[in-house]
């Protein structure tokens, strides 16, 4: 029950964004008097990725600093507060000021559960709680999309009722968790971590990680943003029909975090190289598409590379770290992937622009984690086994 009401909160990620989308155009019509409401209402949703984007680092330094526990519980009760109030506002600036306090307690939520993740489980067990967070949160999107719609049909207000979730999340923290110690930090391979260490950070290490990740988020993320476009693109006009098709194709997400727990010991390099070529191949056949169906299978196999690519990053940059700087490395991993949400749009805008539109895009991207896959294989080709970085340092384990 530790491991499950850590892994919950995850959830609230998605819910940030999937849950309001069905009730985007209802709050577009809602106020469409107000100037530049095509730009700000949008960003009801994406405001509080782009907060996660900002503020991950800082919640790991204050993990850190001040104890992990107790700021997530905070951020539970703020999350709550910050996420119902849209119910009761009717000003968009102070909409807007809201989605930025759940951005804040979001970022807060997803660094410290993961970072206390790390912190009690070690080995297996903390790869295949870390690995959880991905199936996690793809298969609650499939629930909050659908919810939101259903719930919508009450009003544009009525799915913002469901942030209260988060106090149930506060509760099973409150029963099944403790403040986390470097005892309960330390590895249990035998490497003791020195009393009260602050060990030097390892920037070169988590520094390039980070930069992987931010690549490797723009693929992710990719599909579940776009693939809408993409069938309404080869004909298809009914929206539930759309979401439906996705919600499919999604399930490839999980069915990767599925397999990472049974190859995640492999060598990282060859770990890439295999999830780089599940995203090509998969982007590759929706440039190519004509009808619904191929396009969705390049959906799927794209993200089942995508539910195999999240968890590796995941666990290659938490793992062998000290107790006293996993916070803020978690903070600064979770920043990083942020980063990527949030360009993704931007990219595909680009790319779409130079080659012509949404399917040029898809080809673009596909040549992108070819090179990716290229990258991971000449590094693999240099490794001698084990969990080896990409960027020198061995990893411990």
């Not at 520094?207 to 693929?219: E, Q």
């Not at 990083?336 to 040029?360: E, K, R, W």
């Amino acid at each position: 029950m530790t491991g499950v009401s850590l892994l919950i909160p995850i959830t609230l990620s998605t819910m940030a964004i999937v849950l309001l989308a069905p009730i985007l155009p209802a709050l577009l019509q809602d106020y469409a008097a107000v100037p530049g409401h095509e730009y700000w209402v949008p960003m009801i949703l994406t405001v509080p990725a782009l907060c996660v984007a900002l503020l991950s680092p800082v919640a790991g330094v204050l993990g850190d600093r001040f104890g992990r526990r107790k700021l997530l519980l905070w951020a539970f009760v703020g999350y709550a507060i910050v996420g119902v109030a849209p119910v009761f506002l009717t000003d968009l600036v102070a909409i807007l000021i809201s989605r930025v306090g759940v951005g804040v307690a979001e970022a807060l939520i997803m660094v410290l559960t993961t970072t206390m993740i790390g912190d009690y489980f070690h080995g297996p067990a903390r790869d295949k709680w870390l690995a959880g967070q991905t199936a996690a949160a793809s298969l609650s999107a499939l629930v909050f999309f659908n919810l939101g719609g259903q719930l919508g049909r009450f009003g544009w207000r009525a799915p913002f009722w469901v942030y209260g979730s988060a106090l149930i999340m506060l509760a099973l923290v409150l029963l099944f968790t403790w403040e986390p110690t470097a005892a309960d930090g330390q590895e249990r391979s035998g490497e003791a971590e020195q009393a009260g260490e602050r060990a030097a950070f390892p920037w070169a290490r988590l520094l390039g990680i980070m930069a992987i990740t931010i690549y490797g988020s723009v693929l992710f993320y990719t599909v579940q943003i776009q693939a809408g476009r993409g069938l309404a693109g080869l004909g298809l006009r009914d929206p539930g029909q759309i979401g439906f098709l996705t919600s499919l194709a999604s399930i490839g997400v999980p069915l990767g975090t599925f397999l990472y727990s049974r190859v995640g010991h492999a060598q990282v390099a060859r770990l890439l190289l295999g999830e780089f070529a599940l995203l090509m191949l998969g982007f590759a056949l929706m440039s190519g598409a004509v009808t619904a169906t191929p396009f969705l299978i390049g959906c799927f196999i794209n993200q089942t590379g995508a539910g195999l690519l999240l968890p590796t990053l995941l666990v290659w940059a938490m793992d062998g770290l000290p107790f006293g700087i996993r916070a803020r490395a978690a903070g600064m991993w979770t920043g990083a992937f942020s980063v990527g949400q949030f360009l993704c749009p931007v990219v595909v805008t680009f790319a779409g622009d130079l080659t012509g539109g949404l399917t040029g895009a898809f080809g673009v991207l596909s040549v992108a984690a070819g090179l990716g896959a290229v990258a991971a294989l000449a590094v693999a080709l240099r490794g001698r086994g084990g969990r080896t970085h990409l960027v020198g340092a061995k990893m411990h384990g």
